[in-house]
């Protein structure tokens, strides 16, 4: 009866009756999709939203309704029983000593805790769910651009978190402090385009990178070697070694590249925000003693030989966005994941793995320009990139395009997606819009941000631009055929 009477009441009330169907469809597909996914079928990203954050919000507002029906349902009955309108005044009295009482503390205390449950389930699942690469990269389709770069580099089975987050509540709390604003900023079509390089969110190489990587560990020299093709064609073949000394700690003492971020030579700068314009650099030594440079060329210096502030001429304007930052790991490899090509490197790379046949006269040129053209859309692009390798081939070689018809359709398709994971036309993401700091392919960038003549102490000494300090030369653009030869003549 007690049952009956509960069930009676809420159904009496349309709030409490609402919150009674939201409550339960909400639990009923959260058990399902829950199921669903514990059975292996695979999901769209956005069912991770729904499942895991959005149904336990309004299972939650549900149950809030049900007890509010009840409780408004009551009151109104009692305020009836006061004029005598409804029989019955008594007010609930809990009576362990009666079953039905008992029957309906269990009931209600088995729905609480089924409640709980399922609440809890959603709440953990949730959290997971946002920690995950689909939630990070698929989701949100403004990280189309990142998650395609992420998914072809080194690190394409870490997770986003671990470096984006890392350990600890703080941080935990702060990323999604800061995912509330880009859900809002995405809500309103606000969000940057391209989206910016978060340099000042990261947390420090010591608290991500160096779970996994040691850089104290000494290294020495290491072989590298670096292939490209001419724009001939034959596609030549060339290769450069470079003996880079990778250095690192031994007997207390650091050598080569990795000299830079021992602890014991702190190396702290200033720069914009993007670091790409770096204004001041200050070695502190192990003893303690600082040295400082100045970068000569910029143009509107925030700072003088002193470190005060300095005083602007009429209409210059200062730098208010200058930042100071210790070096790390992350200041050379800023792209270890995110990694985005050059035209050169993805036409080249796609030879050397020999996805686009070499045999292909002047594919490398010809692949090169279609890349670097001004193409409107991704579909426009793949489209004209296929269109227009097969047209210069029917048009400039029709034996070779009757004879390797299938490798230059292959070599359409490889080009075309090679300018489709590189160029995001939405997102205003093209080539050499995310620099890579490793080595010095362009002006200002990597070591040429502070390895430069413009950047001098007080006293005029400049930064050291000796190359040797970080590799050898052992082969300049050879081709590699030549290479090889010389290898086993060695050997």
């Avoid at 809420?10 to 009674?20: M, N, Q």
């Avoid at 088995?110 to 997971?128: L, S």
């Avoid at 792209?335 to 793995?353: C, F």
Wanted: glycine share 8%; charged share 20%; proline share 5%.
């Amino acid at each position: 009866m007690r049952v009956q009477r509960f069930l009676i009441t809420l159904t009496r009330s349309p709030v409490g009756l609402i919150g009674t169907i939201l409550a339960g469809t909400c639990g009923f597909l959260i058990v399902t999709l829950t199921l669903w996914e514990s059975i292996g079928t695979e999901q769209h990203p956005y069912l991770g939203i729904i499942t895991y954050m959005v149904l336990p919000i309004f299972f939650t507002i549900g149950l809030v309704l049900i007890f509010l029906g009840i409780r408004r349902q009551n009151k109104k009955r009692a305020r009836l029983s006061e004029t005598g309108e409804i029989a019955e005044a008594e007010y609930p009295v809990v009576d362990l000593n009666d079953d039905r009482t008992r029957a309906w503390l269990v009931s209600a205390g088995a729905f609480g805790v089924m409640a709980a449950i399922v609440i809890v389930m959603g709440t953990a699942k949730g959290v997971e769910y946002v920690d995950s690469n689909a939630f990070c990269g698929e989701t949100c389709h403004v990280m189309e651009p990142e998650f395609t770069a992420y998914q072809r580099s080194p690190h394409a089975r870490v997770h986003c978190v671990e470096c984006h987050v890392g350990s600890g509540a703080r941080f935990f709390l702060k990323a999604k402090v800061s995912g509330v604003r880009q859900v809002y900023r995405l809500w309103t079509n606000s969000y940057d385009r391209p989206i910016p390089t978060p340099v000042q969110d990261l947390r420090p190489a010591s608290a991500t990178c160096e779970h996994c990587h040691w850089p104290a560990k000494f290294v020495g020299d290491r072989t590298q070697v670096n292939d490209k093709f001419r724009s001939d064609s034959a596609n030549t073949h060339l290769q450069t070694i470079l003996l880079v000394h990778v250095g690192g700690e031994t007997m207390g003492e650091s050598a080569g590249i990795h000299w830079h971020v021992d602890p014991a030579n702190q190396v702290t700068y200033r720069s914009d925000p993007s670091r790409e314009d770096i204004r001041e650099v200050v070695l502190t030594r192990p003893d303690g003693t600082e040295k400082r440079w100045f970068n000569s060329a910029d143009p509107n210096p925030r700072w003088n030989a002193n470190g005060t502030e300095e005083e602007h001429a009429e209409g210059d304007e200062p730098i208010p966005t200058d930042i100071w930052r210790t070096m790390d790991c992350a200041d050379c490899h800023n792209r270890p994941t995110h990694v985005y090509w050059t035209p050169e490197q993805a036409i080249d790379q796609a030879l050397l793995r020999g996805v686009v046949s070499q045999d292909l006269p002047f594919v490398r040129r010809e692949g090169l320009r279609l890349l670097k053209e001004e193409w409107g859309s991704t579909e426009e692009a793949v489209a004209g990139i296929f269109e227009g390798l097969e047209a210069f081939y029917r048009e400039s070689y029709p034996s070779v395009a009757a004879e390797m018809a299938g490798e230059i359709a292959t070599a359409g398709e490889v080009v075309g997606d090679l300018w489709a994971t590189n160029v995001f036309p939405q997102m205003n993401v093209t080539w050499g819009t995310y620099p890579d700091h490793i080595g010095h392919a362009g002006f200002k960038s990597g070591c040429l941000r502070c390895h430069t003549s413009s950047m001098t102490t007080e006293d005029g000494e400049a930064v050291s631009t000796d190359c040797s300090n970080c590799h050898q030369v052992l082969v300049m653009d050879r081709p590699a055929a030549q290479v090889r030869l010389t290898a086993e003549a060695t050997d």
